[in-house]
Nanobody, 125 residues
Framework: QVQLVESGGGLVQAGGSLRLSCAAS????????MGWFRQAPGKEREFVAA????????RYADSVKGRFTISRDIAKNTVYLEMNSLRVEDTAVYYC??????????????????WGQGTQVTVSS
């Protein structure tokens, strides 16, 4: 059993930055792939970024590549999403997920076993 709690969301102007955190408890998350997904009102949950169990490999959605950076601190059982050059279309609830490292840097939400409650990110213009 893994519990995930996201934090760091908020309101920011377009072009600004936010850093999201996902704190894991229960089982250590060091063996897990960790991912960030987001869901805007009326839309399906979409992949944002993932990082493998060692932190050596990452994957990004095309829409955020070059703007967002996923990282993890295994000792702190925490995953981060640094978001720069934010756009209005980045507005969504951002969710942290965890899954077996079998999936590597998996991008399918339905493969993830554990989810946080989400944190709202709102980008204004």
């Amino acid at each position: 059993q893994v519990q995930l709690v996201e934090s760091g969301g908020g309101l920011v102007q377009a072009g600004g930055s936010l850093r999201l955190s996902c704190a894991a408890s229960g089982r250590t998350f060091s063996p897990y792939t960790m991912g960030w997904f987001r869901q805007a009102p009326g839309k399906e949950r979409e992949f944002v970024a993932a990082i493998n169990e060692s932190g050596a490999s990452t994957r990004y959605a095309d829409s955020v590549k070059g703007r967002f950076t996923i990282s993890r601190d295994i000792a702190k059982n925490t995953v981060y999403l640094e978001m720069n050059s934010l756009r209005v279309e980045d507005t969504a609830v951002y969710y942290c997920g965890a899954v077996s490292p079998y999936y590597g840097t998996g991008s399918r939400a339905d493969n993830y076993d554990y989810w946080g409650q989400g944190t709202q990110v709102t980008v204004s213009s």
